[in-house]
Antibody, heavy 119, light 111 residues
Framework: QVQLVESGGGLVKPGGSLRLSCAASGFTFSDYYMSWIRQAPGKGLEWVSYISSSGSTIYYADSVKGRFTISRDNAKNSLYLQMNSLRAEDTAVYYC????????????WGQGTLVTVSS | QSALTQPASVSGSPGQSITISCTGTSSDVGSYNLVSWYQQHPGKAPKLMIY???KRPSGVSNRFSGSKSGNTASLTISGLQAEDEADYYCCSYAGSSIDWVFGGGTKLTVL
């Protein structure tokens, strides 16, 4: 069955960096678009970034543009999110999810990894 | 891009029906039939319940239905059950470079 497993979360100081990973299994990862979605504690969902199946098309939310970089390694069935210049407001559970095409629904989700930005 | 507007909370008794609204703009909900709804229980990942306004993924109960009129989408849950108590989020495509926008979430309480 489809499985997405995030890792790499933790406590980081403001201005610091962190790299999240998402390991995919149970489906042909290289055929699927992927996204990162986050949820601040007690808050709603926020779309963060999108990458096409080949990695050639990438989009970011304005809130992370210029600080976060999404990438993927189809040979390793893995998705990544490099987060730099972290701020307190980036504190959230980060989910990797697979959208059913551009603008499509997110039908598969990981369990999430918590990122806490605090001094 | 502003979040879609949902009521903070709704409630209903077992067996009743409830509807959760999701109001956007002509740039998102009103322009695309790409509205989806997610159910999230505490401490769990969201689960897709409705996609493309009114379609149900395999395995989702037919008690869940979706619709859209203008800039407002709606999720209706009929025959409420205790396990339906959760947070519900709507989501819409908002065009390239904006991509996806979510609602603020609605807490459903089954009385």
């Amino acid at each position: 069955q489809v499985q997405l497993v995030e890792s790499g979360g933790g406590l980081v100081k403001p201005g610091g960096s962190l790299r999240l990973s998402c390991a995919a299994s149970g489906f042909t990862f290289s055929d699927y678009y992927m996204s990162w979605i986050r949820q601040a504690p007690g808050k709603g969902l926020e779309w963060v970034s999108y990458i096409s199946s080949s990695g050639s098309t990438i989009y970011y939310a304005d809130s992370v543009k210029g600080r976060f970089t999404i990438s993927r390694d189809n040979a390793k069935n893995s998705l990544y999110l490099q987060m730099n210049s972290l701020r307190a407001e980036d504190t959230a559970v980060y989910y990797c999810a697979s959208p059913d095409g551009i603008g499509g629904a997110f039908d598969y989700w990981g369990q999430g990894t918590l990122v806490t930005v605090s001094s | 891009q502003s979040a879609l507007t949902q009521p903070a909370s709704v409630s209903g008794s077992p067996g009743q029906s409830i509807t959760i609204s999701c109001t956007g703009t002509s740039s998102d909900v009103g322009s695309y039939n790409l509205v989806s709804w997610y159910q999230q229980h505490p401490g769990k990942a969201p689960k897709l319940m409705i996609y493309e306004v009114s379609k149900r993924p395999s395995g989702v109960s037919n008690r869940f239905s979706g619709s859209k009129s203008g800039n407002t989408a709606s999720l209706t849950i009929s025959g409420l059950q205790a396990e339906d108590e959760a947070d519900y989020y709507c989501c819409s495509y908002a065009g390239s470079s904006i991509d996806w926008v979510f609602g603020g979430g609605t807490k459903l309480t089954v009385l």
